[in-house]
């Protein structure tokens, strides 16, 4: 779906002065059998788009940047509240924010230089300047839980 999707828009993105295509995928650190285990299918898609991120970002360096961009910590999200971990998994998560603050960053870059990256949002934010994310956990002074993917 994120392959056809981003070949769908291409055509009209080629025609804008900043194009960008960010997915929310995890870097390609690390393929081995503790990623796939009981979740076969959901590493598969969100690897794969990980990938995508690398095709495309080669097939249209200059033109079009083409980026992922991951959590370092759980997020808030209905997905970990109701299937992850409930309430407690959410307090040890940041806010979706911290995930919107660092595709504001990405997607300010230069579509032209800036292609084929898998980010992590701590380090799109310390790029930035930004290291004091205490106001994006859930709850501050909480002991934040790392990602699944990282």
């Not at 081995?32 to 249209?60: C, D, N, P, Q």
């Not at 980026?67 to 910590?73: D, E, I, S, V």
């Not at 970990?80 to 870059?109: C, F, H, Q, W």
């Not at 990256?117 to 839980?145: N, R």
Request: hydrophobic share 40%.
């Amino acid at each position: 779906g994120t392959f056809v999707c981003s070949k769908m828009c291409i055509p009209h993105l080629l025609k804008a002065e900043n194009p960008h295509i960010l997915m929310l995928s995890p870097p390609l650190t690390s393929i081995t059998e503790r990623w796939f285990a009981g979740h076969t299918g959901y590493s598969i898609a969100k690897f794969g788009m990980s990938l995508v991120v690398l095709g495309l970002g080669g097939e249209y360096k200059g033109k079009i940047g083409v980026n992922a961009l991951w959590p370092r910590t759980t997020i808030d999200t209905a997905a970990v509240r109701n299937l992850l971990g409930g309430e407690m998994l959410a307090k040890m998560s940041r806010t979706p924010a911290i995930l919107s603050d660092a595709a504001y960053y990405i997607l300010s870059k230069p579509a032209q230089s800036c292609t084929g990256h898998t980010f992590i949002d701590e380090q799109v934010l310390a790029k930035e300047g930004i290291t004091d994310l205490s106001g994006y956990s859930v709850v501050p002074g909480a002991q934040l839980y790392q990602d699944l993917f990282v």
